[in-house]
């Protein structure tokens, strides 16, 4: 089974790999210095398949591993190059005609044979370029989470005021995953600079309901279970009046304004007592 296309791929493997490439350059200008290098490398894995007995058909027997895996590998590279998915299944699908032409040669005086031959490798082609989709698919999601992480991180700044005073500005909407990275990134700066104070400011956060607030104090408990205290500021008129309306309890937080009287509440807080020299 498939023998004629594995005859055709490996005693024809340069010519195809030159008709693929010509063939794949007439709808992809895309098309990088490595396209002949990467059609040597699948042409050569599907040799070894059908070397193998695996079927056209069953492409998620263990037989195609090599060529899903570099099908996969192909779909990564081109995702992070900024590629689209239609664009990497094409250069598969482009594979198409110049594989028909070969068996066609070849069995020119058995039409039946040539037929069947030309089925399976379609089948093959087309299984091909799914798997290099749903691959490509997988890729900029993974590549989409791991942005929206760093996002997250770099959305989180722990910065140290002042010495054993430690500060996390919020700006934008609280949700559980930001939540958690701001726990994480505060905790681990506490544990590093010592700090016994830490400050939240949320005067960038536009709204806090009862899942915000749920997130702060969360936050709270879990400084003051490593053994640091924590002031929240930037309690505008609008969030106050919010909080009381939900009946949400922070007596027992420590809460100002503006990051400036959060400030000076926590120097006094660890011992620190700032005064104004006059002026000579």
């Given amino acids: 089974m498939a023998g004629i296309i594995q005859q055709a791929l490996q005693q024809d493997i340069d010519i195809l790999i030159h008709d693929w490439i010509a063939q794949a350059s007439i709808g992809d200008s895309t098309l990088g210095r490595n396209a002949e290098k990467e059609a040597l490398g699948i042409l050569n894995a599907i040799v070894g398949a059908l070397a193998s007995g695996a079927h056209p058909e069953r492409f998620s027997d263990e037989g195609w591993s090599a060529a899903r895996r570099l099908l996969s590998e192909l779909s990564r590279t081109r995702a992070a190059q900024g590629q689209r998915a239609g664009e990497t299944s094409q250069f598969i699908l482009s594979l198409k005609k110049p594989l028909f032409e070969h068996i066609q040669r070849r069995l020119s005086d058995n039409p039946a044979s040539a037929i069947q031959e030309i089925w399976l490798a379609t089948v093959l082609v087309d299984n091909m370029a799914q798997h290099t989709v749903s691959s490509f698919q997988q890729a900029r999601e993974d590549i989409i989470i791991r942005q929206q992480e760093e996002l997250l991180e770099l959305s989180t700044p722990v910065v140290k005021l002042w010495e054993g005073v430690l500060a996390i500005p919020l700006i934008g909407t609280l949700d559980s995953n930001r939540t958690q990275v701001v726990m994480e990134s505060l905790l681990q ?68 304004a503006t990051l400036a009287d959060a400030l000076k509440l926590a120097m006094s807080k660890t011992g620190w007592r700032i005064s104004r020299h006059a002026q000579e």
Avoid: Y
């Fill in 189 to 256: 700066s506490i544990v590093e600079t010592e700090s016994e104070l830490a400050i939240i400011d949320i005067t960038g956060v536009p709204t806090v309901d009862t899942l915000v607030a749920q997130h702060l104090l969360g936050t709270v408990t879990a400084i003051r279970l490593m053994g640091s205290d924590c002031i929240i500021s930037g309690i505008r008129p609008q969030i106050a009046q919010t909080m009381v309306h939900l009946g949400i309890d922070m007596r027992d937080i420590s809460t100002k």
